[in-house]
């Protein structure tokens, strides 16, 4: 069982939006902005898409972001694009040596 | 430009060890944070613990400590993940990744990998 809890799947249609969440405690994403989210798919390494709950690294496209309530982290994709159809893994910091990870959302562009 | 190369697949045998290596490239390594982290077979990503490339101390994430090892060689910007007595649960890709953007404990610039699969 993984220590952050994402649904195992989620889909939109292209254009639209989706939102990926990213459940965990106070002791970790209720605690820290250090909440990450990336995108992997088939057979490559993952791709870093947002940094400390809402900040988008050089390169990003902008249809990404992020957010958080309480010990809930979100990624929106706004306009999804048939290439977003990957894995997104949200990870946060939880502590001195203690990153967790969520166990993954596949996400598919209908 | 940072770039991670890490070494190819390996195929071992139950209680055996293996050495990964990861060079970094385009950053003074001194410098960068390398991280590693584990993604099993149809599962997510493991943080395993991360060297100070600057001081040399290694921090183990729980579940990683006793049989893994972080090391590193400065004088070819490596660092090396040591795994002893391999088990046939710790078959998974094994991925090396610099820390960016301060402590912001993201990762932008990963390693493509090495597999490991541990068999008899």
């Known amino acids: 069982q993984s220590a952050l809890t994402q649904p195992p799947s989620a889909s939109g249609s292209r254009g639209q939006s989706v939102a990926i969440s990213c459940t965990g405690t106070?002791?970790?994403?209720?605690?820290?902005?250090?909440v990450s989210w990336y995108q992997q798919h088939p057979g490559k390494a993952p791709k870093l898409m947002i940094y400390e709950v809402n900040k988008r690294p050089s390169g990003v496209p902008d249809r990404f972001s992020g957010s958080k309530s309480g010990n809930t982290a979100s990624l929106t994709v706004s306009g999804l694009h048939t290439e977003d159809e990957a894995d997104y893994y949200c990870?946060?910091?939880?502590?001195?040596?203690?990153?967790?990870f969520g166990g993954g959302t596949k996400l598919t562009v209908l | 430009q940072v770039q991670l190369m890490q070494s190819g697949s390996e195929l071992k045998k139950p209680g055996a060890s293996v050495k990964l290596s990861c060079k970094a490239s385009?950053?003074?390594?001194?410098?960068?944070?390398l991280n590693w982290l584990r993604q099993a077979p149809g599962h997510g990503l493991e943080w395993m613990g991360w060297m100070d490339s600057k001081g040399g101390n290694p921090a183990y994430a729980q579940g990683f400590t006793g049989r893994f090892v972080f090391s590193l060689d400065t004088s070819v910007s490596t660092a090396y993940l040591q795994i002893s007595g391999l088990k046939a649960e710790d078959t998974a890709i094994y991925y090396c990744a610099k820390e960016g953007y301060g402590d912001s404990n993201a990762f932008d610039i990963w390693g493509q990998g090495t597999m490991l699969t541990v068999s008899s």
């Open positions: 385009g950053c003074t390594f001194t410098s960068c944070a």
């Open positions: 106070s002791s970790d994403v209720g605690a820290y902005n250090s």
């Open positions: 990870s946060s910091f939880a502590g001195t040596n203690n990153l967790l």
